[in-house]
């Protein structure tokens, strides 16, 4: 099994961070890595973004209103995407929102993520967390992962934001200082001097893609990246695939 195989990956409110969630699992599945995406955010259900809209779809908040949920349970609520056969996702359905199921408890979350871990070969649990660290899908997470990924664009908005939260996960649970930084969505020439500086260094830098843009819009997520801002896009993604899923 790999070392790191609980990611939590947050950021901003359109930093890009489910975008590149996506492309990191579409990579590993690549490779023949069984990967499982929860998505944690319940404002923007991630379900219907991906999949065919269903009312009757399970979803991340059926398996933790569960009273004792097992393995099996959990696989019953796992939505394969794509057609590899390697890339499954848990998150929320349309219409989902932060009232739809029952306030999660510490003990639940946890159970969850062990849980997931327990999976018969799985390889890699990618955690696409809330903006808000503060929600307990997302602070366990950011808790308990093998390693976090914070991503953010150069912007004075997703500057304030990562401030502020700082704040938030400077207990010595969380490790801060042991974050990845991504700086996603990076136009060309574009100075990120300061925002490189704010975060002590970027690990990895994303250029804007317009072509992710559009694959978002119309649920093709899993498509290759072309022209010139794709070869970076993808340079940038192989070197983080290396060095974070293959040390």
């Not at 307990?136 to 990562?162: F, G, H, M, P, R």
């Not at 938030?168 to 969380?174: E, F, K, M, P, V």
Request: net charge negative.
């Amino acid at each position: 099994m790999p070392d790191n195989r609980l990611i939590a990956i947050w950021g901003s409110v359109a930093s890009g961070k489910t975008t590149l969630t996506i492309k990191i699992a579409k990579e590993l599945a690549a490779l023949k890595k069984n990967v499982l995406v929860i998505h944690c955010d319940n404002e923007t259900p991630i379900l219907p973004l991906l999949l065919p809209i269903e009312e009757s779809i399970s979803t991340l908040g059926d398996v933790l209103s569960l009273p004792e949920p097992t393995v099996t349970d959990l696989l019953k609520h796992c939505h394969i995407y794509g057609n590899s056969g390697y890339l499954s996702i848990m998150g929320y359905k349309l219409g989902d929102n932060l009232i739809t199921y029952h306030e999660y408890l510490d003990p639940e979350v946890r159970s969850l993520y062990r849980l997931c871990l327990k999976i018969p070969d799985i390889d890699y649990i990618l955690v696409d967390c809330s903006h808000h660290t503060s929600e307990i899908l997302t602070a366990t997470a950011l808790e308990i992962a093998d390693q976090v990924l914070q991503v953010s664009t150069a912007t004075l908005k997703s500057a304030v934001y990562n401030e502020s939260q700082k704040r938030l996960l400077q207990g010595a649970r969380y490790q801060y200082k042991k974050h990845l930084q991504i700086l996603n969505d990076v136009f060309p020439k574009q100075d990120t001097y300061s925002f490189r500086e704010a975060l002590g260094g970027a690990n990895y830098i994303f250029p804007h893609c317009p072509a992710i843009t559009q694959q978002t819009e119309e649920k093709k997520l899993l498509d290759a990246v072309y022209g010139k801002e794709g070869k970076v896009f993808q340079s940038a993604m192989e070197d983080l695939i290396k060095e974070v899923f293959q040390k």
